[in-house]
């Protein structure tokens, strides 16, 4: 089905989202489909509603109004779930784009995500991680539109992805192939995406995901072929080169030239300051032995050929 013809139905959570976010969800949105389906969701009998008064004609949002009967309880959010299960099964939708920074959510997304549904959350970095787990993907907003407060930054960095576990899970990612293969660049932001909900390039300042790859000191991209596919690959290590040598060594000043990996993995964590298999590409210390030419894995041992 092409993006296109994609039918997405947007609920909104005007307790959770702000009407200033509005022009960058819909520009997010038409890289998905046609929304055919607008609502937004609160008790517009309150004073801090007036803010998305003027709003609402502008986008062609539904307002759906929810009286608080209760105080402290959240009657948007049940009238919400409600509506969106009643468009579950009564209207022929693909898409599901649910704007809250709301954790109460979690639900929702994993369930309509069960029926085949496939769910975009859209909130700011405060979003809590099990509700951004819970979508097929997740866009922040306040990162998007450049409205990122400088005293939320502590929160923001707790809530994306840190750039350092993204390094790791792509060196994985390469370790897992043959030593100096390659991966296509679109199969590693695919993969990336699968993993983390929340992932998206934009959030860490770059514009494409190829520059974002070069930023990393252990990646490098690479064109292939007359129409320069971009492929991902691991840079050449002097640290690792040097890790090697050290392994070797220990092997041949071994009785029998073999050694317990648990006994090599301890005397390279004291060789070598911050020593870490994941830095390397590697999930298990097993994986990244196994890799060095001249040495052989039998049972838990490393030998020396």
Request: contains cysteine; charged residues 30%; aromatic residues 8%.
């Amino acid at each position: 089905m092409d993006t296109e013809d994609l039918k997405i139905a947007l609920l909104i959570d005007s307790d959770n989202i702000s009407p200033k976010y509005m022009d960058t969800l819909f520009d997010e949105l038409k890289s998905v489909g046609v929304v055919t389906i607008k609502r937004i969701y609160g008790d517009w009998t309150r004073d801090n509603a007036k803010c998305w008064k003027s709003v609402l004609p502008d986008y062609a949002l539904t307002p759906m109004q929810q009286y608080a009967y209760t105080t402290g309880k959240n009657s948007t959010d049940s009238a919400m779930i409600i509506d969106a299960m009643d468009l579950l099964y009564r209207e022929p939708l693909d898409v599901f784009c649910l704007a809250t920074s709301d954790s109460d959510f979690t639900r929702l997304a994993a369930r309509l995500r069960e029926s085949g549904k496939q769910v975009i959350g859209m909130g700011e970095q405060k979003t809590p991680k099990a509700f951004i787990n819970a979508c097929n993907s997740f866009r922040f907003l306040d990162v998007l539109s450049g409205e990122t407060e400088k005293e939320s930054d502590e929160t923001a960095q707790s809530s994306i992805t840190p750039k350092k576990e993204i390094e790791q899970e792509i060196l994985a990612m390469l370790s897992q192939k043959e030593r100096g293969a390659r991966l296509q660049i679109s199969v590693v932001k695919e993969n990336l995406q699968r993993k983390y909900p929340d992932f998206d390039e934009r959030n860490y300042g770059f514009s494409k995901f190829s520059g974002f790859l070069k930023s990393f000191a252990s990646i490098e991209v690479v064109a292939v072929g007359k129409n320069g596919v971009l492929f991902v690959a691991q840079k050449p290590s002097a640290q690792r080169s040097e890790i090697e040598k050290y392994v070797r060594s220990l092997l041949e000043n071994a009785k029998g030239k073999r050694m317990n990996i648990g006994e090599i993995n301890t005397r390279l964590t004291e060789h070598i300051k911050d020593f870490s298999v994941k830095s390397l590409g590697y999930k298990q210390i097993k994986l990244f032995l196994s890799d060095i030419d001249g040495v052989e894995i039998e049972n838990c041992d490393c030998i020396l050929k």
